[in-house]
């Protein structure tokens, strides 16, 4: 047995020509650089550029009441669209009377991006404690803020074209 123990070395590592650590000699490795989409701006970069920014216009037409949950609009498909021309990682929805909201997306913010994040501020309130509870659309004033939409809101939305007439709830009959 004494002849095995003379043999034997320090068993530290398994391998000899190892480093101690497996870490010892990497360099910390960066952050990884953000999952963004080509042609997605970021708004900042736009101003420095000069660049305008458009609207999409369906969101006039969408008479969503701000208290509940875009999911529940029927233009599935405007709810995709993306929300400015150029598409930007993010921006603030600035309300008249000071509220002012960020709606994100790496790809691109979206109109339902736009929505949720109005949505997620009035999703508690009820009908009759909004004055306006329908968005009417967004404004960009480059003059007041460059990052920023000014979001329009409206009393009530225009009935929704459909096969249904309206009951007269007035007195009046015609």
């Given amino acids: ?3 095995a123990d003379d043999k034997l070395t320090k068993v530290d590592s398994a391998i000899s020509g190892v480093p101690d650590s ?7 490795s960066h952050r ?3 999952s963004s989409v080509t042609g997605v701006w970021n708004i900042a970069d736009l101003e420095k550029e ?14 969503w009441k701000l208290n509940t949950s875009p999911a529940s609009l029927d233009e599935k498909e405007t709810l995709k669209k993306l929300l400015t021309d150029p598409p930007v990682k993010k921006i603030d929805l600035h309300f ?5 909201v960020t709606a994100r997306n790496l790809k691109g913010v979206t109109i339902k991006d736009a929505l949720d994040a109005i949505h997620k501020q009035f999703k508690k309130k009820a009908d009759d404690e909004l004055d306006l509870p329908v968005l ?3 404004e960009w004033d480059k003059e007041e803020s460059w ?6 809101q409206k009393k009530e939305g225009q009935a929704a074209p459909s096969g249904k007439k309206k009951k007269n709830k007035g007195g009046d009959d015609e």
């Fill in 1 to 3: 047995m004494a002849e």
């Fill in 22 to 28: 497996p870490t010892a000699d990497k360099k910390p």
């Fill in 32 to 34: 990884r650089a953000s």
């Fill in 50 to 63: 000069g660049k305008e920014l458009k609207i999409a216009k369906e969101t006039q037409k969408l008479n």
């Fill in 96 to 100: 008249p009377l000071g509220l002012e």
């Fill in 136 to 138: 009417a659309g967004f």
């Fill in 147 to 152: 990052t920023r939409l000014v979001v329009h």
